[in-house]
């Protein structure tokens, strides 16, 4: 098979199509915080809640999604359609002026997210050697991320020469969409041999003891990680301009983008294990850095730190999962520990967020360090035959 930058083609292209979608929905994201405090009149509680709510929504997706894709034998679909889902929605911020219109469109974004991404999992590790999956997912993530990286950056552009100028920025953000859209019809279907079975939480018993382990480890360590959006934030409390937050989103996009392969090619010589945890750690020093001092050379820092974070556990943790379970049931079992994810993620948006704003930074940052503990601690007792995990 032709290879692209030593990528497999569905590798390759899947990575051209996270690029530009990333670029697209960061500018959104990113400007969230400001959106919201100067255009919507709210705060943490608010946007924790819309996160949380669209996180939900998509995890119900997630959870049948891949499991549909593996019945059918037909992954592409869900891919394709699950970008447009999200893409054309984007125009739509123009016409919002309050918070339910927000859920509503990041809801359909995210459930865009939900229908491709185990498919879209799945088609990553099928199209890869067991040898090369750290390498092939950090090289997904870092793509991703490059776009996540830009897209900040043109959001700030935008801002600093228009402030205020929300509406231009979604109607960049959907024209950079429209490239990810016309990727997506490129790509060529890879299925395993599905068995006949559905796959959904009420049929666990297709997995292992191990890979049961996992999801609830994933779910407390979800719950301990504030959403970005929430922690941008803390820009306020030094005095930042509205425009400037995008900034900050970039720096930690940078961090990620730059330690995304690093991180994969680490994990297939250490272990995806190991990596995780340290990941997970990173997180607690980067909270402990922010919520303890509010100068500029400490919230950089943080930042930092915190894009090195998803580095170390985003595309890692879809690759262990491909050594917790069988391939026929690899779809399914992607959707599975999305969803668990994303349910912590919707915990970790509305309390986090509630928290943030009526009990401060520093409750929301410890009571946060509490869960990614328990969660390493679950985490540690995954066992795995192979030397490589």
Known sequence: ???FFGLEKNIFLLGLISFFNDLSSEMILSIFPAF?????????????????????????????????????????????????????????????????????????????????EGPRDAIISLSSSKEDLGKSFGYHRAMDTIGAVLGPLVAYLILRQYPLGFNKVFITAFIAGVFA?????????????????????????????????????????????????????????????????????????????????????????IGQKKVIIIGYLILILSYIVLALDSSLSFLILGFLMLGLFPA????????????????????????????VSGFGALIAGGVGGFIWQYYGLVTAFAISTIFVIIGILILTFVKTKSKSV
């Open 36 to 116: 919201f405090t100067s255009i919507l009149k709210t705060g943490a509680a608010s946007l924790g809640i819309v996160e949380g709510i669209a996180e939900a929504g998509s995890n119900f997706i997630k959870i049948f999604a891949g499991g549909l894709s593996d019945k059918i034998q037909k992954r592409k679909p869900f891919i394709v359609f699950g970008y447009m889902l999200s893409v054309i929605i984007r125009p739509v911020y123009l016409l919002v002026s309050s918070v339910g219109g927000v859920i509503g469109l990041r809801l359909t974004d995210r459930v865009g997210k939900g229908l491709r």
């Open 181 to 269: 859209i016309g990727a997506t019809f490129l790509i060529k279907d890879v299925t395993g041999n599905f068995k006949g079975k559905k796959l959904t939480f009420a049929s666990l018993s297709l997995y292992p003891r191990e890979f049961k382990i996992y999801l609830i480890s994933l779910f407390i360590l979800s719950i301990g990680s504030l959403p970005l959006a929430v922690i941008l934030l803390k820009t306020q409390s030094i005095g930042m301009t509205l425009a400037s937050i995008p900034l900050f989103y970039m720096l930690y996009n940078i961090s990620y983008a730059l330690f995304s392969i690093s991180g994969g090619k680490l994990s297939d010589r």
């Open 312 to 339: 170390l556990t985003d595309g890692v943790q879809r690759s262990y999962a491909a050594f917790l379970t069988e391939e026929e049931n690899r779809g399914g079992a992607y959707g599975l520990m999305n969803a």
């Open 1 to 3: 098979m032709k290879k």
